[in-house]
């Protein structure tokens, strides 16, 4: 819809567009022989701004061109309505001359932010405390200052039919594989959807194998963890309200990484790192293992440790399986109320809760003293995975190795195993596999093991990088 020369008729339009919107409103001023009038929200706009970038400028110089009057660096100019009231809602504010039948669209956003601030979900021990928020504007200029160089790539996108949410997508040109960016792109750019609300919306339009509960990609609040991977030549995805940022494609193993694997000596690394991956094993069989052994299997532990056993369940009404679904359960509705909680007493719910459940469920004779031990183990484990979403697999995980465990014990166990371990290998992110990386030879030193700097001489091979090797020659120090 073209614009009107008639200043009334546009507004009656843009009224019309915006369904009579209290905070949309209009201002006119006359600067020598030229009548303006100004159409904004006044919940979106800068009123400084509006008022010492434009109108006073425009009042100042009657006869030379907005272009040349206003001292804002975002102008556009349309003659299309639509346009117009779409710049509205995004806070900018239109200009309309009488008599001309264009728009001057001109950036007054009012951006209403909180200051960057330390991470809440990846802190580290060393390393840098700065942590993505929720204005993508802010989170450019933290990417772009991480890595000052104009090979960094920064594409945007619109998404969302009604929400038009800003999506940025980050790589760097000489490193990420064109492949991959193609592959990305159309399935980016098909994304049909009314709002998007977060980037788990984004993550589940675009990924492979949606009905598995690994994650395909990892998500990050730390500016230092997308560049580090960027400079791997992946992918980041930022989104305008979220602050957390999107990796792809990312293998098994980068779930299992954190920033503080590259801050110590590489045997401190690789000795946490192996440490990880070994809780999220924990996590996911000790129940079924301990199942195993108590109800079909106790003669393969040490005769005292059975007596031990045996002791403990001795008075217990319900058999082992039920006792370990009870207490996951508990364990489960406890962590729910301490993540919805005021964090003021969140911790004292979890601790009290956590103290006086598991006193009285074994007073009572309901739960074995071992199990109480075993679902605690298990929770810690947990804990320590640095993914959440690799920690979510792993506590559902937990549930189909105790019904194997209590069917078929040890062998319902490893069977069990087996099952996940296939699922993963068959698993892919952007085409690639999703578990090639750790058993390939050159790039396993930074999978299960965190290798001396040195020997990382070639970036990981899910990411396809257009130039492979990451550090050409040695130099310095002894071997």
């Not at 942590?131 to 990417?143: G, K, Q, V």
């Amino acid at each position: 819809m073209k614009a009107d020369r008639s200043l009334d008729q546009n507004e009656k339009s843009l009224q019309e567009m915006l369904f009579h919107s209290s905070d949309f409103k209009t201002s006119d001023f006359v600067a020598g022989h030229r009548h303006f009038r100004l159409f904004y929200f006044d919940t979106m706009i800068e009123l400084t701004v509006v008022q010492e970038h434009i109108i006073r400028p425009l009042l100042g110089n009657s006869d030379v061109s907005v272009r040349e009057a206003v001292s804002i660096l975002e102008y556009s100019e349309t003659d299309l309505i639509t346009v117009a009231s779409t710049a509205i809602v995004a806070g900018k504010t239109v200009v309309q001359i009488e008599g001309e039948a264009k728009f001057y669209v001109l950036g007054t956003e009012l951006n209403k932010e909180r200051a960057v601030n330390i991470p809440v979900n990846e802190r580290v021990l060393r390393g840098s405390n700065q942590a993505l928020i929720e204005n993508l504007d802010t989170n450019l200029n933290l990417m772009r200052k991480q890595i000052a160089s104009p090979d960094l790539v920064v594409k945007f996108y619109q998404l969302g039919r009604r929400s038009n949410t800003k999506v940025a997508v980050l790589y760097l040109r000489s490193l990420a594989n064109e492949n991959v960016l193609e592959e990305f792109e159309r399935r980016i750019e098909g994304i049909d959807i009314d709002y998007v609300e977060a980037p788990g919306f984004i993550q589940e339009m675009i990924e492979d194998k949606k009905f598995s509960m690994f994650p395909k990609m990892l998500v990050t609040e730390r500016p230092d963890r997308v560049k580090s991977y960027l400079m791997d030549g992946k992918i980041a995805i930022l989104t305008d309200g979220s602050p957390n940022s999107l990796i792809i494609p990312v293998s098994f193993w980068a779930f299992f990484q954190t920033p503080d694997d590259y801050q110590t000596g590489w045997l401190f690394g690789s000795a946490f790192r192996f440490l990880r991956i070994f809780s999220f094993i924990i996590a996911m069989c000790l129940p079924g293992t301990y199942v195993a052994l108590v109800t079909f299997d106790p003669r393969i532990v040490p005769f005292e440790i059975a007596l031990t056993l045996q002791s403990t369940m001795q008075y217990i009404a319900m058999p082992p399986v039920l006792e370990a679904f009870a207490m996951l359960f508990i364990l489960e509705i406890l962590r729910e109320a301490t993540v919805r909680l005021p964090s003021s007493i969140s911790n004292t719910i979890g601790v009290v809760g956590g103290i006086v459940i598991g006193t009285v469920v074994v007073e009572a004779n309901l739960i074995s003293n071992m199990m109480v031990i075993v679902v605690a183990l298990t929770a810690i484990a947990s804990f320590i995975i640095p993914s959440y979403e690799m920690s979510n697999a792993a506590r559902i995980l937990t549930y189909p190795f105790i019904v194997m465990a209590s069917i078929f014990g040890l062998i319902g166990l490893v069977i069990s195993f087996l099952l996940v371990i296939t699922h993963l290998a068959r698993l892919n992110t952007m085409g690639i596999p999703y578990f090639y990386s750790g058993i390939s030879g050159d790039t396993v030193k930074d999978t299960w093991l965190r290798g001396p700097i040195r020997s990382l001489k070639k970036r990981p091979q899910e990411s396809l990088a257009k130039d492979e090797i990451r550090i050409s020659a040695r130099r310095g120090g002894t071997e």
